[in-house]
T-cell receptor, first 112, second 114 residues
Framework: EDQVTQSPEALRLQEGESSSLNCSYT??????LFWYRQDPGKGPEFLFT???AGEEKEKERLKATLTKKESFLHITAPKPEDSATYLCAVQAWGNYGQNFVFGPGTRLSVLP | ETGVTQSPTHLIKTRGQQVTLRCSSQ?????VSWYQQALGQGPQFIFQYYREEENGRGNFPPRFSGLQFPNYSSELNVNALELDDSALYLCASSLGTSETDTQYFGPGTRLTVL
């Protein structure tokens, strides 16, 4: 069964304190791994798509990396506006066609 | 702004009733997916439609059904509502032109079942 776990469940950082979020997955036939951020009461906002192990992508203070079993979202010198829930998801081919599996998310709080 | 809209924003129903939620995808996006997100959890994949045909389904019973129309709009129908159906329902659209397809989400419909 395709599974995605994320750690830590919640993370509190001081402004400027860099850290990493982890996404571990078990899936047969990975087609892509996605990172989203979600603010309370809103839909997820797309950040990155990673396709194969070794791939890296960057956007402002965020950098996503991918290995065969996990992905990391590195946050460099975060600001309070980076506070949100960060979701990881995988796309695979399931028993009934396309299948997308999301992790439970990491709730990030950046304190000024 | 993703260009994906959903209606209504909020909805209250009672157990046993039926509900229809609507989504308008980005123009040119041939694929729409629907998700259920309970409070404090990640979204759960319900199903995906590509050019009006279902091409993927998660672990949801048949009382969850959908339709996709040629004008980039779609519907999620839920029959015989249960209390556990209370959640944020999200739709996401994508181009559908490659095997790996980035999805763009709408703001969601908050459904409360009493």
């Amino acid at each position: 069964e395709d599974q995605v776990t994320q750690s830590p469940e919640a993370l509190r950082l001081q402004e400027g304190e860099s850290s990493s979020l982890n996404c571990s997955y078990t899936v047969s036939g990975l087609r892509g791994l996605f990172w989203y951020r979600q603010d309370p009461g809103k839909g997820p906002e797309f950040l990155f798509t990673l396709y194969s192990a070794g791939e890296e992508k960057e956007k402002e203070r965020l950098k996503a990396t991918l290995t065969k079993k996990e992905s990391f979202l590195h946050i460099t010198a975060p600001k309070p506006e980076d506070s949100a829930t960060y979701l990881c998801a995988v796309q695979a081919w399931g028993n009934y066609g396309q299948n997308f599996v999301f992790g439970p998310g990491t709730r990030l709080s950046v304190l000024p | 702004e993703t260009g994906v809209t959903q209606s209504p924003t909020h909805l209250i129903k009672t157990r046993g009733q039926q509900v229809t939620l609507r989504c308008s995808s980005q123009s040119g996006h041939n694929t729409v997916s629907w998700y259920q997100q309970a409070l404090g959890q990640g979204p759960q994949f319900i199903f995906q439609y590509y050019r009006e045909e279902e091409n993927g389904r998660g672990n949801f019973p048949p009382r969850f059904s959908g339709l996709q129309f040629p004008n980039y709009s779609s519907e999620l129908n839920v029959n015989a509502l249960e209390l556990d159906d209370s959640a944020l329902y999200l739709c996401a659209s994508s181009l559908g032109t490659s095997e790996t397809d980035t999805q763009y989400f709408g703001p969601g419909t908050r459904l409360t079942v009493l």
